[in-house]
């Protein structure tokens, strides 16, 4: 939870880097379906990633760390809602929380 129920964004841009291992950009976006929460690709450069949200989901600071987290637990775990894709997802949502939410 955000203090004031503030989305800390600068601070989860900065604890999605440290997770990435790579340069993280987070952007916000009217354009995605409403089915859509967010997508996650590499940028362009090759040197990073660039996190979508769509805005209709990225309003509550727990809306935002739960995609925030589906996201990068894609990262290891590309394009599958595994079992291993889930229990990471869980343990970046617990840590975004932790340490994004204060
Ligand atoms: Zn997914």
Redesign the pocket.
Known sequence: MGRHGQVLWIRLKKIAEEIAGSPVEIHISTQLSDDIR?AIVKSEDGNGIEILLNARWAKKPEDVHQTLA??L??LKHP???SKE?DAEAKRILKYLEMKGGE
């Open positions: 967010g589906h996201e637990a894609h394009n599958i809602h894709w």
